[in-house]
């Protein structure tokens, strides 16, 4: 069975970024697309380590140089797909601008894709995804109450708000169908898109599930109802008992032959929320996660 993306040629620079680009090309390539990555050229040439290489080609270019340059306008007529991880400017520099690869390939979609907006103050500043996600605002929503915010690791800015924002961007050029198309994603808007729901929220003031300090709302780890619980062993449990069927279903597994279940007080009530947590994390301590595991797999508990 071919995939969806089956005879699409993709040419992707490579960039210096983890996620992003890479990621792009990554979900590509999945999908059924060959994807070649151009790597530049060095005095002493080595290709880009790119851990979301697989099954990608790559080829080694000097785009400053005659032949190198001449090669790459020989693949761009094949290509379907170009994406471009660099700041803004590099690839005009190139004479590799839409418009002169359009001229060249009317059919290609140009996918363009910068850590910071394309214009504007930081348009020409390096960055990494802790600093385009707190740009966006979204770093604000991560981290204990009371703490510092802290990062999810690279995955919402590089990879999210990133590369799978223009990923998506390329997906909807294709089934455009128009000429001259051009996809500008960043990971600045992309993550901000992605806490819509954070903002919306925290605008209904403190009756929205994001109204209170960073750790102190609903889904962010102030609820013990939706939180992790150390185990016995070291490991950790997950919990995201939010509907009232699935919490019952919840607090009756884990206080099962306790003599509290149906007695734990009412978690409607924020001001008894420390505790539940009290309660919650003494009871998990009492087992091993596989034995939690043999609780509730199987149950709604969530």
């Known amino acids: 069975m071919s995939?969806?993306?089956?005879?699409?040629?993709?040419?992707?620079?490579?960039?210096?970024a983890p996620g992003g680009s890479p990621y792009t090309g990554h979900l590509l390539q999945t999908y059924g697309a060959r994807v070649l990555r151009v790597d530049p050229h060095s005095a002493t040439p080595m290709a880009t380590v790119d851990a979301l290489a697989e099954n990608k080609r790559s080829v080694i270019l000097d785009l400053k140089s005659a032949a190198g340059h001449a090669l790459l306008l020989r693949l761009l007529p094949k290509a379907t797909i170009?994406?471009?991880?660099?700041?803004?400017?590099?690839?005009?520099?190139?004479?590799?601008?839409?418009?002169?690869?359009?001229?060249?390939?009317?059919?290609?979609?140009?996918?363009?894709?910068?850590?910071?907006r394309r214009d504007g103050r930081y348009a020409s500043m390096a960055g990494h995804d802790i600093n385009y996600l707190a740009v966006s605002g979204a770093l604000s929503l991560f981290g204990g109450k009371g703490d510092a915010p802290v990062p999810p690791a690279n995955v919402l800015g590089d990879f999210a708000g990133g590369g799978l924002v223009c990923f998506c961007g390329i997906l909807l050029a294709l089934l455009?169908?128009?000429?001259?198309?051009?996809?500008?994603?960043?990971?600045?808007?992309?993550?901000?898109?992605?806490t819509s729901f954070a903002r919306f929220e925290m605008a209904k003031g403190a009756g929205g599930a994001w109204g209170n300090e960073r750790g102190g709302n609903l889904l962010d780890g102030g609820a013990p109802f939706y939180d992790s619980f150390r185990t016995k062993d070291g490991k950790y449990m997950a919990v995201g008992a939010l509907e009232q069927r699935f919490y019952e279903a919840f607090v009756e597994g884990?206080?099962?032959?306790?003599?509290?279940h149906g007695r734990v007080p009412d978690r409607r009530n924020a001001a008894n929320w420390p505790i539940l947590r009290e309660l919650f994390g003494k009871r998990f301590l009492e087992k091993t996660g596989q034995e939690w595991e043999g609780v509730f797999d199987g149950t709604d508990a969530c």
């Open 3 to 16: 995939l969806p993306l089956s005879g699409h040629l993709v040419i992707e620079f490579a960039g210096l």
């Open 82 to 116: 170009l994406i471009d991880p660099y700041r803004p400017g590099v690839l005009e520099k190139l004479n590799l601008s839409p418009a002169a690869v359009h001229a060249l390939n009317p059919k290609l979609v140009y996918a363009r894709l910068t850590g910071f």
């Open 176 to 194: 455009d169908g128009k000429e001259g198309r051009v996809v500008e994603a960043n990971m600045v808007d992309g993550t901000a898109g992605l």
């Open 254 to 260: 884990l206080f099962r032959g306790t003599g509290l």
